[in-house]
């Protein structure tokens, strides 16, 4: 079955960076765009970042662009979010999934932004 595990939250301070991973199995990885989602405390889960299959496309949202970066590894099933110039607002679980669509949600990673 469709497996998500998503890794690399922590604590970290504003300005900071985090890398987190999100290793997939159970499926063909390589035949499918894939994002990164959060999801705040008391707010909806918003798209953060998606990467087509090949990496060659990607697409970020505003509220990130300039400090996230999203990549895969197809050999190695893994989609990463890399997060620069950390803020307190970006404190919240993050998900990987499918970009249209969606497979069961894994268990997510917490990031917490704070001095």
């Known amino acids: 079955q469709v497996q998500l595990v998503e890794s690399g939250g922590g604590l970290v301070q504003p300005g900071g960076s985090l890398r987190l991973s999100c290793a997939a199995s159970g499926f063909t990885f390589s035949s499918y765009a894939m994002s990164w989602y959060r999801q705040a405390p008391g707010k909806e889960r918003e798209l953060v970042a998606t990467t087509s299959t090949s990496s060659g496309v990607t697409t970020i949202a505003d509220s990130v662009k300039g400090r996230f970066t999203i990549s895969r590894d197809n050999a190695k099933s893994t989609v990463y979010l890399q997060m620069n110039s950390l803020r307190a607002e970006d404190t919240a679980v993050y998900y990987c999934?499918?970009?249209?669509?969606?497979?069961?949600w894994g268990q997510g990673t917490q990031v917490t932004v704070s001095s």
């Open positions: 999934n499918r970009a249209v669509g969606a497979w069961p």
